[in-house]
Structure formats: structure tokens, C-alpha cells
């Protein structure tokens, strides 16, 4: 991991703080595009992933955003509580899974915490003059984050406030685009749940691509304990039902790397060279996919082989 | 030997030999966690805690996990998740019998301790349980502490005892392994010492 340099904290809204890092030599940092995250670890070993919200074009420095959550695991309460200007921090270079593609035009959205992916592709949006629009929702008024930015972006950027207005019209939203709208979505699980629910309402042509910060709530079969073979290291691994794959593997000292252990980041990645995967992993494959996220997935056959 | 060979001191002879506190000693003594406090919580990854059942049967077990894992959820409240162990949990029955117990709270570095004294619960509150995930687990229990008493420990032991010096580090080559102390307090031969190590290789992998 390289090591960089909080350079700049200012308190966006009462419960969300953008962080601006630095290397420690100011040197240039490795590029990135809109939807790019990165997997940052503090001083204290906590390992969290964050998109980055500031300007592509400027490499001096990368903007995180975070969110203080009332029931945190350590990462958010350290962020709001202890870190400051000068603090060190560790990431991995920039991931992107939330890609935008090409199409024809464009509508983002963003609720609460997720506008950070959401502001980096309005902008490059409004840069390229691309047909886009974007809606961003918050609970109440004070909680719109990056709002001087927002406004810089014109007309193409409603806010809507919930607690004032009630409930975004997701619907309405969905039924209005034209054929071929490319429709982006960051923000809470139940905000991601009821978007992915009603994408039978999009026009021909029209896909959604989400991201989401916290795993997907979905029912399993129990664990049963399965084997891997691993092609690379000829290591032949017997992962128990009470333990991750991922940790079975690391503990096999198969090099595989993992950081938000709850398969949301897709650090992990590895590629199934036979057998059936039993994907629970909340990325935006399909059950078909030969990717497996081995901190959270399982197999359905008792054998796995992986390209590790 | 028995204890009693030597002479015990009683308390205005052991008062006449030290003298009294002073007032500022006294002073830093506060009920509660300031942000000085919480911040040294925040980056300590490592406490010793005290319990006593109510016979006053004494017990001190080691904690440890990422810092900043004994939480404060606010200025007299801390939270101490139960990660996996030997399942003796000395601790919790102690607490369950007699609910006040110490903590002295470490900073790998720093000379000073923190610590607290209170009183606790354990708990199995499910949102709280949530709240202490570390590395994909759960804890199924925590220890809940309302803190009485909280002062910053000086640093003369630490210093005196050069802990953090890492040219110290040695002094564990000079001790006899995991392995072959268990095997001999258990009545094992020596060499079954060797399959515990291993064993213990193997457990340590797992650490949640």
C-alpha cells in the first residue's frame, strides 16, 4: 500500500467530512476515473473503501468523503473522531466497478453518502457536454453535501429533500427517461433494493448500474465445508463451513489479497477455472459469472478449481 | 515459604512509609472519559482487565484486537467485545458474580496507561455485537463498563521496564515456548510440547 498524507478536512455537512490526501513528497498520483474507489487503511489497520469525489484531472491530490455512521465498526468513528491534518493513511491504487459507459444520455443518482461517486461523473458528464441529468436525495436540508459544486453544475442537478418532500418518485423517474438512458445509482441498501426492483419500468435499451457500500441482504444455504485447487500455487485447500474461503486460503498461503472482507470491493477477485461458484458477493455480476469473491462466495460444487 | 514468613505492614505504617498522594494526583482522577482519554482509547490496541468474583477471587486476562477495539460509546460508557479464546471466560463469570472491574489500557509506544475502573455488564445486545465486527466475526458477547474512576497512569513502570524497547524482544528467546510451558504444567512429556506449538501455529491463524 502506498502511504499519503491528509492535507485537508472540511466538515461538508454536520455528519459527512471530504478528506483531501497528499503523498508525503507531493508527487503525482496514479490517474483515476469517475466511479473509482480506493481501499484505504488507517493507522490503526482498519482497511475501508472509499470513491473518490474530487477532480480526475488534478493528481496532486485524491477527496475521499465519509459519512459518520451512528452504529460504525471503527472506520467512520475513527475518520470523524481522531483523524487530522498530517495524519498518515495507506491505500491501493484506484479501482474502478462503477464505470460509466457509453450511451446516449444519462441519468445519476445519488442518496445521502453516495453522491461521492455520483459528483465526479456529473462533472465529467457536464465537461463532456453529454445529455445527463441528476437527482440527489437527502433526508433533510443540511445533510446536501458539495452543495456550492452542485450548483456550479447547473440546471441539470435537482436536490430533493425527503423529509420535506417525501419519498423520491422513483417511478416517476424511471417511466420519463428516453430509450437508452445509462442510469447510475449510489447510495443505502433500501434506496439500491427498490431502484433494482423497479427496472422493469426502464425504457428499451435502458440499463442500471449500481454501487453499494454495504453488502446485499440475501438468504443463503447453510455452509458446507468444500475444496479448492489452486492452479498456480498447487495447493489443494479444504475450506471448513465455518470458515471464509478467503481466510482458508490466505491461511494456506495462497497470495490472495482482501480488504472489505464482505464482498462489496471486489479486491479479492478470482477467476474459477472449473466447477460452480456460489456467488454472494454484492458487485454487479451475474450467477453465471466465472468471478468468484472468495471473502464472502462459496462453491455449489464440492470441488472449486481457481486460478490462484 | 509461605507468605506469612515475612511481616506484614498495616495501613499507617505502609502511609508512614509513602506519605500521602498529592493533591494534583488526586485531581486527575475524574468519573468520565475526556477527549484527551478517548483519543488514547482510540489508538490502544491492547488492555489488561480485572475482575474479582464477590469473594474477591481475583482474575486479570490479557485483550487485544485492532486499536481502538475497547470502544467508548460515550464519555462513561466502554464497550469491550469478546473475540474468540479459551472459552474459560474467567472474566465474564467474575463479572456476572461481582460486576466492578479495572482496566489498564496500553498505546504500543507510549509510557503512560489509561485506566478505568467501573462497573460492567455483559451483553449480547445484537445491534452493540454489530457495532464490534472485526475481520468477517461477530463477537456473540461483549463486556459493557460505566466507567468510576479514570486517570492516566505515569510512565516510571513502562520506562523502568523499557516494554517498548525492541532491542528487548530478545528476553522472549530466553523463555521456553508456548508449547513447552503448557506441556509441563499439564503433565505432558517434553516433546509433545513440540505438537502444541505446531498446533498453536495453526490455531493463531485464526484470530476471530
Redesign the interface.
Known amino acids: 500500500m502506498t502511504e499519503l498524507v491528509v492535507r485537508e478536512i472540511i466538515t461538508e455537512t454536520p455528519s459527512i467530512r471530504s478528506i483531501r490526501l497528499e503523498s508525503p513528497d507531493g508527487s503525482i498520483l496514479p490517474p483515476w476515473q469517475p466511479g473509482s474507489h480506493v481501499d484505504l487503511q488507517l493507522?490503526?489497520?482498519?482497511e475501508r473503501q472509499y470513491s473518490l469525489c474530487g477532480d480526475p484531472g488534478d493528481l496532486t491530490s485524491y477527496r475521499i468523503a465519509v459519512r459518520r455512521e451512528p452504529?460504525?465498526?471503527?472506520g467512520s468513528?475513527?475518520i470523524h473522531?481522531?483523524l487530522r491534518v498530517g495524519s498518515r493513511v495507506w491505500v491501493r491504487p484506484p479501482r474502478n466497478l462503477f464505470a460509466l459507459a457509453d450511451a446516449p444520455a444519462y441519468l445519476l443518482l445519488a442518496a445521502g453518502i453516495g453522491i461521492t461517486p455520483i459528483l465526479s461523473m456529473a462533472r465529467h458528464l457536464a465537461a463532456q457536454d453529454a445529455d445527463w441529468r441528476m437527482t440527489y436525495a437527502t433526508r433533510h436540508r443540511d445533510d446536501i453535501a458539495f452543495a456550492d459544486e452542485l450548483a456550479a453544475l447547473g440546471d441539470s442537478v435537482t436536490t430533493h429533500v425527503s423529509g420535506e418532500s417525501g419519498r423520491l418518485d422513483l417511478p416517476a423517474l424511471l417511466s420519463a427517461l428516453a430509450p437508452g438512458t445509462a442510469v447510475y445509482a449510489c447510495g443505502p441498501q433500501a434506496f439500491i433494493d427498490d431502484l433494482t426492483g423497479l427496472a422493469g419500468l426502464l425504457p428499451e435499451g435502458s440499463s442500471i448500474h449500481v454501487e453499494r457500500f454495504e453488502p446485499r441482504q440475501r438468504e443463503h444455504r447453510p455452509n458446507a465445508p468444500f475444496t479448492v485447487v489452486c492452479t498456480r500455487s498447487d495447493l489443494t485447500v479444504e475450506v471448513p463451513a465455518k470458515?471464509?474461503m478467503l481466510?482458508t486460503l490466505q491461511?494456506a498461503g495462497v497470495p490472495v489479497e482482501g480488504s472489505c472482507?464482505?464482498g462489496i470491493c471486489g479486491s479479492c477477485a478470482l477467476n474459477v477455472l472449473e466447477g460452480e461458484p456460489e456467488h454472494r458477493d454484492s458487485l454487479n455480476g451475474d450467477d453465471q459469472s466465472t468471478t468468484i469473491y472468495p471473502?464472502v462466495s462459496r462453491s455449489l460444487s464440492p470441488t472449486l478449481t481457481v486460478d490462484a | 515459604m509461605d507468605i506469612s514468613d515475612f511481616p506484614p505492614v498495616d495501613l499507617p505504617s505502609l502511609r508512614s512509609t509513602l506519605g500521602e498522594p498529592g493533591a494534583p494526583t488526586k485531581q486527575k482522577i475524574t468519573d468520565f472519559l475526556d477527549d484527551n482519554c478517548?483519543?488514547f482509547l482510540?489508538?490502544s490496541?491492547f488492555c489488561c482487565l480485572s475482575t474479582a468474583d464477590s469473594a474477591g477471587n481475583c482474575d486479570c486476562s490479557p485483550r487485544g484486537d485492532?486499536?481502538?477495539?475497547v470502544?467508548a460509546l460515550d464519555e462513561r460508557t466502554v464497550v469491550i467485545p469478546d473475540r474468540l479464546g479459551n472459552r474459560i471466560a474467567d472474566s465474564m463469570t467474575n463479572i456476572l458474580d461481582n460486576g466492578h472491574v479495572g482496566l489498564l489500557c496500553f498505546v504500543p509506544g507510549m509510557t503512560e496507561t489509561l485506566r478505568i475502573n467501573g462497573t460492567a455488564t455483559v451483553t449480547n445486545d445484537a445491534?452493540l455485537l454489530?457495532?464490534?465486527?472485526?475481520?468477517?466475526a461477530v463477537p456473540d458477547l461483549a463486556i459493557v463498563i460505566r466507567t468510576e474512576q479514570v486517570y492516566l497512569h505515569c510512565g516510571r513502570a513502562l520506562l523502568r521496564a523499557g516494554l517498548w524497547d525492541p532491542e528487548l524482544q530478545d528476553l522472549a528467546n530466553e523463555v521456553p515456548s508456548s508449547g513447552q510451558i503448557w506441556a509441563s504444567m499439564s503433565g505432558f512429556a517434553p516433546e509433545v510440547g513440540d505438537d502444541i506449538n505446531d498446533a498453536m501455529a495453526g490455531a493463531y491463524?485464526?484470530l476471530y
Not at chain 1, 43 to 46: A, K, N
Request: contains cysteine.
Open positions: 493507522l490503526t489497520r482498519h452504529r460504525s465498526r471503527g468513528h475513527y473522531g481522531f470458515r471464509s481466510e491461511g472482507l464482505r471473502c | 478517548l483519543a482510540a489508538h490496541p485492532y486499536p481502538g477495539f470502544r445491534s454489530a457495532m464490534l465486527e472485526q475481520d468477517h491463524r485464526a
